[in-house]
């Protein structure tokens, strides 16, 4: 059964910057694409990074907004995908979800408990 086990939330005031981790269980971790979301109050849950992660295919890829801030990356040996959070702003606040897999087109089966980012001064 696979489980993914967010991490590294709290308050951080703008500007700042986080790491989230995600823990991931019961799945081949070495060629697993996973991925983070987010949703904030009153808004829909909306994409942030994808790590894509197969045999052959290796990339990284992200939401515009969050291009240039926001990092993602993953441990094969720790079994864990990490989000770097850079400059944030007060927008980023939300709950952020570790997702699996990344498949394009299709919404990931398994999905963290989320962990809580507040922005505030």
């Known amino acids: 059964q696979v489980q993914l086990v967010e991490s590294g939330g709290g308050l951080v005031q703008p500007r700042g910057s986080l790491r989230l981790s995600c823990a991931a269980s019961g799945v081949t971790f070495s060629r697993y694409s996973l991925g983070w979301f987010r949703q904030a109050p009153g808004k829909e849950r909306e994409f942030v990074a994808g790590?894509?992660?197969?045999?052959?295919?290796?990339?990284?890829y992200y939401a515009d907004s969050m291009k240039g801030r926001f990092t993602i990356s993953k441990d094969n040996a720790k079994n864990t995908v990490y989000l770097q959070m850079n400059s944030l702003k007060p927008e980023d606040t939300a709950v952020y979800y570790c997702a699996a897999p990344m498949i394009e087109g299709t919404t990931p089966d398994y999905w963290g408990q989320g962990t809580q980012v507040t922005v505030s001064s």
């Open positions: 790590i894509r992660w197969t045999l052959t295919v290796r990339n990284t």
